[in-house]
């Protein structure tokens, strides 16, 4: 008996992903279904991954508890979900401990953190963005809005868990989103300092890389649908669905990216003392013309957009992470499933503005699965009373992979015609571009 423990402790790789809704859910199944023996540990975790084979949630949140863990449970390696741990420092904390853990420092992390920061450190590197001002009075951030004029965007400084952005298409309407944030405290401390941007025309992708500090590995492009409302109208949230290949990511528009934008900012925060090692996340505008500007950038995966690129990852992702902790990224390649993968959130009655919870969710395919191509990968969920519930404002997200844009897309909605709440919303039109850009259409 005492062998056979000694053997299964062996065999046993521990891994630590941190955070609770679907990418982390995406990130945890893939390291759980890479080869080898996999224990996948998700703090704090959900409904859906407590019912996922070969992964556990975790009840913590705390930096220093999570580290006590690691540091108890021999954890391989920590990857990093979400901005608000990176922003706060964890990665620093774990790494004074000797324990490996995948995300930018708390330094580097300012590039989400701040946009006042990322834009300055654009500007300064000469990497492609909107022209931009920084405010913390609201008469002087309105007397540039007077002088700018509209459409313009009003962004909150700080981390505001995607929501921090209006696209003002009147004077009247960014005054009020000055106000709302400067004054209001709708935003609390990441609304206390407003950047305003010109607004820029295209459309948009998002870009993920891992980087090493010196050299990055591309992830597979991918496009997100921001507004609430089909017909990308309404309100701004963290994002109601992607897709993956993105269309507008051409080979030229690739290059372009990577030459202007992604190995400046690797080279610049470098050059500025703060080695970046992580996913980075550039939030791209390309214009009708092929050029690119960045909107904006993010420390670590986007969500809705890891799901689908997870979906279509064939490489061995611990791998990856760790070939980029021990900076040499430039010795491996990430393998890619060559079909289109797109997911859809189903949301929660009343998001983005205060989502109603505990509705008893009904229809969810048994172990998250629908088919071998199908997932359901959960958010905003608990479990209550043996059922399942909503716990949030983005809920769930439904992927699948196809051959096609129209198959694809007709394989996630029907999965979502089974799966039923109180208020459940979600959009009809994810990948409405990629269909007009494929021959399928």
Known sequence: ????????????????????????????????????????????????????????????????????????????????????????????????????????????????????????????????TARFATFTEIDAANAYVDQEGAPIVIKADGLAAGKGVVVAQTKEEARAAIAEMLAGGA?????????????????????IVISDGKNVLPLASSQDHKRIGDGDTGANTGGMGAYSPAPVVTPEVYARVMREIILPTVKGMEKDGVPYVGFLYAGLMIGKDGGVKTLEFNCRMGDPETQPIMMRLKSNLLTLLEYALEGRLKDVEAEWDRRIALSVVLAAENYPATPRTGDAISGLPKNNVWDENTRVFHAATAEREGNVVTAGGRVLTVCAL??????????????????????????????????????DA
């Open 1 to 128: 008996m005492a062998t056979d423990e000694k053997k299964e402790r062996i065999l046993i790789v521990k891994l630590l992903v941190i955070g609770s809704g679907a990418r982390e859910h995406a990130l945890a199944w893939r390291l759980a279904n890479t080869p080898g023996a996999r224990k996948v540990y998700v703090a704090p975790g959900n409904a859906g991954i407590a019912r996922e084979r070969g992964m556990e949630n975790l009840p913590l949140t705390e930096p220093e508890a999570l580290a006590d863990f690691a540091e108890k449970e021999k954890v391989r390696l920590t990857v990093v979900g979400p901005e608000a741990p990176l922003a706060a420092g964890i990665v620093d904390i774990f790494q004074a401990r000797g324990l490996k853990i995948f995300g930018p420092t708390r330094a580097a992390a300012q590039l989400e953190a701040s946009k006042d920061f990322a834009k300055r450190f654009m500007t300064r590197h000469r990497i492609p």
């Open 402 to 439: 196809g051959e096609t844009v129209r198959a694809v897309r007709k394989r996630a909605y029907d999965v979502i015609s089974g799966i039923q709440w109180e208020g459940m919303q979600y959009r009809a039109d994810i990948g409405h571009r990629a269909l007009v850009a494929h021959d």
């Open 187 to 207: 935003l609390g401390q990441a609304g206390r300092q407003v950047v305003i941007e010109e607004f820029l025309k295209g459309e948009e992708a998002s870009f």
